[in-house]
C-alpha cells in the first residue's frame, strides 16, 4: 500500500494568512494527487487534481504543488469560509486509493 | 449537474449485514466508475471499492472478503453490502463518481453522495 502522510495534523490560522499543509508519499506517485476540503457534517469536496489542477469552480487562493513524493496545498489568504480539514489522496495505485489522515485547519 | 443521493439502514448489530444504496442523477452512468468510501467517527476517509458500467468490481483488499457492490443501470443507481459488520464498521459511508482521465491515467472523486451514518451496536 502507498501511504500518505500529512503534516501539520492541524493548524490554528487567522483570516488573510498565508497556509500550507505537506502531504508526502511512501512511494514515488508522480503527480497522481488529489486535495479535498471537508468541513463538519459534509462530505469532503474536490480542490485540486493532478497535484496542481484546480477542480472547476475552486477559489483560485487555492494552489497545489509537488510531485514524486512530496506535495503541497497553499491557501494564499485565509478567508472565514476555508477553516475546515483538507485530505490528501493518492490516485497513483489503482488497486487501493489511499488518503492522508486529514490537516484540520482551525481558527487562530 | 451530478448529484448523488445515498439511503440504508443506520443502525445494525453486529454479524449483520450492512446495505446502501446511491442513486445518480443529472447525468451518465457510463464512463465512470462508482465508489463507497468510509469515514469512522473522528478519523480519515478509507476507500471500500467501486463497480463501473460494466459491472467490473474492484475491492480494497482489506475489505475484500466482506465486500460487495452491485449496479441498477435501469434505476441508476448502486449498491454496498458489507458482510458480518462489527464495531469496527461504524462510520459515515460516502458513495462518490471516480472520474479518470484515460489518457493522462489521472483520477479523482467528485461529487460525492451526502453520507449515511451506520452504527454497529449490540
Known amino acids: 500500500d502507498i501511504q500518505m502522510t500529512q503534516s501539520p495534523s492541524s493548524l490554528s490560522a487567522s483570516v488573510g494568512d498565508r497556509v500550507s499543509i505537506t502531504c508526502r508519499a511512501s512511494?514515488?506517485?508522480?503527480?497522481?494527487l488529489n486535495w479535498y476540503q471537508q468541513k463538519p457534517g459534509k462530505a469532503p469536496k474536490l480542490l485540486i487534481y493532478?497535484?496542481?489542477t484546480l477542480h472547476s469552480g475552486v477559489p483560485s487562493r487555492f494552489s497545489g504543488s509537488g510531485s514524486g513524493t512530496d506535495f503541497t496545498l497553499t491557501i494564499s489568504t485565509l478567508q472565514p469560509e476555508d477553516f475546515a480539514t483538507y485530505y490528501c489522496?493518492?490516485?497513483?495505485?489503482?488497486?487501493?486509493?489511499?488518503f492522508g489522515r486529514g490537516t484540520k485547519l482551525e481558527i487562530k | 449537474q451530478v448529484q448523488l443521493q445515498q439511503w440504508g439502514a443506520g443502525l445494525l448489530k453486529p454479524s449483520e449485514t450492512l446495505s446502501l444504496t446511491c442513486a445518480v442523477s443529472g447525468g451518465s452512468f457510463s464512463g465512470y466508475y462508482w465508489s463507497w468510501i468510509r469515514q469512522p467517527p473522528g478519523k480519515g476517509l478509507e476507500w471500500i471499492g467501486e463497480i463501473n458500467h460494466s459491472g467490473i468490481t474492484t475491492y480494497n483488499p482489506s475489505l475484500k472478503s466482506r465486500v460487495s457492490i452491485s449496479l441498477d443501470m435501469s434505476k441508476n443507481q448502486f449498491s454496498l453490502k458489507l458482510s458480518s459488520v462489527t464495531a469496527a464498521d461504524t462510520a459515515v459511508y460516502y458513495c462518490?463518481?471516480?472520474?479518470?482521465?484515460?489518457?493522462?491515467?489521472?483520477?479523482?472523486?467528485?461529487?460525492w453522495g451526502q453520507g449515511t451514518l451506520v452504527i454497529v451496536s449490540s
Open positions: 489522496q493518492q490516485t497513483y495505485s489503482n488497486i487501493l486509493y489511499t
Open positions: 512511494h514515488s506517485i508522480s503527480n497522481y
Open positions: 462518490a463518481r471516480r472520474v479518470n482521465i484515460a489518457v493522462a491515467g489521472f483520477n479523482w472523486f467528485d461529487p
Open positions: 493532478a497535484a496542481s
